[in-house]
């Protein structure tokens, strides 16, 4: 059994930053890829950032330039580092790992809430 556990969400100004942290502990033979997602009240889940176990980062285009995907591989963590926050970047946030080569895990998400 894999174990995923995401911390590091809370309340922040617009223009504020936070740090998300997120960490996989259990069975894991190995990590393959970790990311975020987020869904807002109403709205689907959607993707946010990707780091491969080799470093390869992706973004959604509205977090470009302004969040940070960072992993540790040897302590199965992953990083979201946020900043120039955003109301519209409200939503709850869950951390997802893939392992290899077995199946994809989710956490029970973080609230994070930008107030304007």
């Known amino acids: 059994q894999v174990q995923v556990v995401e911390s590091g969400g809370g309340l922040v100004q617009a223009g504020g930053s936070l740090r998300l942290s997120c960490a996989a502990s259990?069975?894991?033979?190995?990590?393959?890829?970790m990311g975020w997602y987020r869904q807002a009240p109403g709205k689907q889940r959607e993707f946010v950032a990707t780091?491969?176990?080799?470093?390869?980062?992706g973004y959604v285009d509205s977090v470009k330039g302004r969040f940070t995907i960072s992993r540790d591989n040897a302590k199965n963590t992953v990083n979201l580092q946020m900043s120039s926050l955003k109301p519209e970047d409200t939503a709850v946030y869950y951390c997802k790992v893939i392992t290899a080569p077995g199946p994809a895990y989710w956490g029970q998400g973080t609230q994070v809430t930008v107030s304007s």
């Open positions: 780091i491969t176990s080799g470093g390869r980062t």
């Open positions: 259990g069975s894991i033979f190995s990590i393959n890829v």
